[in-house]
Structure formats: C-alpha cells, structure tokens
C-alpha cells in the first residue's frame, strides 16, 4: 500500500534517503484489466520492476483450477505489464504446499504461468515452515525464481520467525545457489518482530 500517499511523494522519500522499491505487494484484483493501468503507472513512478501478488483468500484456492486461473491471470497482466518493462509474480507463504494430486498448489502455478513475464518471490521461511527445503526449490526452479524473502525458523514443531541467523534455516548455501541463479533481490523480513 501507499498508507494514503501518491507514488510520487513514496518515490522521493525513497531518493531523499538512498532507498528503492524494487518490487511491491499487489493484490490479485490489481491485476484485472481495469485495474492494471492504474497499478503500472503506479509501479513505474515508484521504480518496481515487479508486482507481486503476496496472498490469495482461502475461497480463491480451493481447487486446482483456481490455481490455473491465477496463473493465467499472471500471465496475461505479465504480458501487458512487460510493454513498461514491468514482471508480474507471486510471493508463496505455506498454504501453496498444499497437493492437488501430484503437484502442489504453487507447482500448478509455475506451470501454467507464463515464465517470460511471471516471477517468483520464493519467502523461504513458508516453504520450511510447510515441509519444504528452500535449497531444493531454488535449484528446481531457479528459472523462475527471482526474489527471496528471508526470515528463520525455530524449527519443528512450533516454527516461529526467527531474526536470520536465531533459527534454524542454513542460510550459506541457500545464498551461494541464489547468486548463480537468477535471484536480483533478497529482502530480509519478520513478519511478527518483537521490537
């Protein structure tokens, strides 16, 4: 959000104080046809390079088809969007680990999105946090991924958020892969910090 101010006030905040704004959080109804030229002249002023949509509601991922139309949602404002040199994407937390089948929730995504124009914001807390090894999806689908939201893990069972490095994540090897792949950005984050 912009907490009730223009992008152009946001962006010379930004400049005043050596700051971008790489990426930004969207939600999914921004990237509707009558919307996505107001988030685009948005993004631009700001300087995004992406918009990512960070949260489906539970009644918009119930099935697979649900996933399959988010990602052909993504792929057709990705393809409007790249005219400005802007990607569309999507930020997992743990309910996209959840299997239609064979695939998980996000897999579906991946595979019916459109990876010249869809990226993804891999948030390797949610992806531990659901049994997953953030590692091992950075080398399956390094063509795709190209942020990472890093905060840690206490570990099993309770997995609470963790300052990087106060948990349990192995962070080096993660951040040596991501540097071969094709990863631009890290934002480390805490969704719940004490302070």
Known sequence: GNWSQSPADLRRLLDANGLSAPSA????????????????????????????????????????????????????????????GITTGYHNHDFEFVRFGDRTALEILIAESDPRVVDIELDCFWAFKAGQDPLAMLKQHGDRITMLHLKDSSGAPAHQQRDIGAGVIAWKPLLEAAVKQRVTNVFVERDDPED
Do not use: C, F, Y
């Open 25 to 84: 959080h969207i939600d999914p109804k921004d990237l509707a046809p009558d919307r996505l030229p107001a988030l685009l002249d948005a993004a631009a002023v700001m300087g995004h390079k992406s918009v990512l949509v960070a949260w489906t509601a539970p009644e918009q991922r119930k099935t697979s088809d649900d996933w399959k139309r988010l990602g052909a949602q993504l792929s057709e404002a990705g393809r409007t969007a790249s005219n400005v």
